[in-house]
């Protein structure tokens, strides 16, 4: 008996696991939007509304472009109908300033808010969720940009002056701002629990989400609307949404039965497929219009000598980057160890103790019984960390190698780039120039030798034994000479614009 209630006791925490564990997932796409065709052929994008100085295209919603004093939104149209939920908003803020303003922000509220409101291009006093992008700092902390979540009973006005932090639930110090990759957050409301997530940008992997802002007990109004909005200032980025993904969560359990679920894909289909004729069409009415698109996409398969270039160098840098990754994972690991062996020593080094000084070694000492003899242990773990420090020199060694190699490079491209635009004709130029310049010098000293020779001829005259010779016959081989090397130097040109063309 005993042996059945604590399997049947097993099977109960098992069944327990599996429903805490299993959350269901499912993309929402009436609250979503991405790339390709993003917005149709009139500009709306299908399920949302967008206003204020906001764009949509085919591959992103320009919520305010680079210019001053933009403001605008996009809203869902409809109301959410499923009370917890994720998104996935991947996003890029760029601007040639050193610093941009004033942010994008993402909304959760019970009303859909305005379209060039006050706080970062929506309304002030909202009901529900704010999570921030701040670009510029007001406040002059130096802590932006910086993002952060701020849940509003429409009581409150947004704190402009002090960026927000006097009202905020959490946040984080994160840089958005000019990323090789768009910058992601990934926000997760479920079961009153508030999480976002991070990702930098710095590279397309969807792995590196980090862990931005935790919080628990949030209450947020049902059936809300989701929005993005963003604002510039005086300063001005551009604010650009790639994509926005909403997927509801359900607790296990709470899944619908499953002959609804085929109703709704049936639906759902039908919806698919209209969609997919509607495309289809859009498609072949744009290729119509624009025959001469197609070689354009033929250009696109080649890239420049310089592309391939910086291409190379940001894969070398992606390399770096996981090794300083793992170079940091080896650290801890050399830490811990290190926190290890200091333990053990000040264990044996107490266990030790006890013994010489009271002479009896039993009691209750700690030491393991394996580390009695803790001399040989001790040099075992020294040795050990010795090993483990000289590998890390070695990589380290090895990313400087690495490193240096890549500043060659990246320093020979800056270098081409600076000379490429007119290096070829100044460099014949030059060379010309100098050429006729030495040319000149050797015809003045031909000239000083032939006045100095006439002078001496006046006098003394020629040697006897030596017979001399005529001017005309210097003159001749002296330009001979110099047409040789004329042509020589017209060669060696012709042979270094050949060989640059080939390069
Ligand atoms: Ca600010
Ligand atoms: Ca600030």
Known sequence: MDVLTNLLFLFLLLINYSLTQLVHRKFEYKYSFKPPYLAQKDGSVPFWEYGGNAIAGSENVRLAPSLKSQKGAIWTKQPLN????????????????????????FWYTQNKGSYEGDVFGSSD???????????????????????????????????????????QLAGCLRDFRNKPFPTR???????NTLTVLFHSGMTNNDQDYELCLRAENVFLPKNGHFGLSAATGGLA??????????????????????QVVGEEQQ??????????????????????????????????WYESDNQRELRQIFSGQQQIYSLVRELSAKLDEVVGRQERTMSLINQHGGAVGKPAMGGQPGGGAAAPPSFTTGDVVNRHEIDALINSHNQMLGISNEIRQFVLELKQRADTIITNQARQPTAQVQSVG???????????????????????????KGGAGCPPQTSCVSVTAVL?????????????HIYRDSKDSHSKKFY
């Open 82 to 105: 499923f009370d917890w939920w994720e998104v996935d908003i991947a996003f890029r803020v760029t601007g040639r300033g050193r610093i941009g303003a004033d942010g994008l922000a």
């Open 125 to 167: 006093r909202w009901v529900g969720l704010g999570v921030f992008f701040d670009s510029f700092d007001n406040d002059n902390k130096h802590n932006n940009p910086y993002v952060m979540a701020i849940v509003n009973d429409g009581q409150q006005n947004y704190d402009h002056q002090n960026d927000g932090s006097t009202q």
């Open 185 to 191: 957050a990934r926000i997760e409301y479920y079961q």
């Open 237 to 258: 980025d551009d604010h650009d949404v790639i994509h926005f993904l909403a997927f509801s969560l359900q607790p296990p359990g709470q899944v619908q039965p499953n």
């Open 430 to 456: 030059y060379d010309t120039q100098s050429l006729i310049s030495e040319m000149r010098d050797g015809m003045n000293g031909v000239k000083v030798t032939l006045a100095q020779m006439a002078t001496n």
């Open 267 to 300: 639906k759902l289909q039908q919806e698919y497929q209209e969609y997919q004729k509607k495309l289809e069409l859009q498609k072949a009415e744009y290729r119509k219009e624009h025959p001469d698109e197609h070689k354009e996409d033929v250009e696109d």
């Open 476 to 488: 001749v081989v002296a330009a001979v000479q110099l047409g040789i090397i004329l042509a020589y």
